[in-house]
């Protein structure tokens, strides 16, 4: 069992900074990262910042790794009430069929295993993790995807009291 330190803080800056760290890789996919413009007042959640930073990591990485060259990764977030919050990671790849849809978040499931031509590195374990965090943290985590044109994982948290 994990201990969590929650704290309040800005879930956008949280999310600029996990799009500096994997702007590298982007880079070198070819992957444009897009965020929205500052929302005013910030938007302020109650959650263990490092582990939402892992869980939101493991998503940008894989909006990626996933999409396809001259691709795109949108990171956004918007308010669903005063003490819900979301955020969306859509990426422009090729999208997951329906049947693979809820293998997404199951252990060591590599759903691309069996595609040899695409080497994209990993256990098959992040997506399990976030999904664990996330709810340990009292959100949820899920996927919606469009073959051919493009998916986007959702996280819904809870917003700090202030």
Not at 51 to 73: C, E, M, P, W
Request: with cysteine; net charge neutral.
């Amino acid at each position: 069992n994990c201990k969590f330190s929650p704290e309040q803080f800005d879930l956008q800056e949280l999310l600029y900074e996990v799009g500096e760290l994997v702007r590298p890789m982007a880079t070198d996919l070819n992957v444009t990262l897009r965020f929205q413009e500052k929302m005013k007042p910030c938007l302020e959640v109650l959650a263990d910042k490092q582990r939402l930073r892992q869980v939101f990591l493991n998503l940008a990485s894989n909006g990626i790794k996933y999409n396809r060259d001259h691709g795109t990764l949108g990171i956004y977030c918007e308010r669903l009430s005063e003490d819900r919050v979301r955020i969306i990671f859509e990426n422009t790849g090729e999208g997951i069929p329906d049947s693979k849809l809820k293998r997404l978040f199951q252990p060591f499931d590599r759903l691309d295993a069996e595609r040899d031509q695409l080497k994209v590195e990993g256990t098959g374990l992040g997506l399990a993790i976030s999904k664990k965090l996330v709810e340990a943290m009292g959100g949820k985590i899920w996927a919606r995807s469009t073959i051919g044109h493009k998916t986007k994982f959702f996280v819904e948290l809870c917003c700090s009291d202030g």
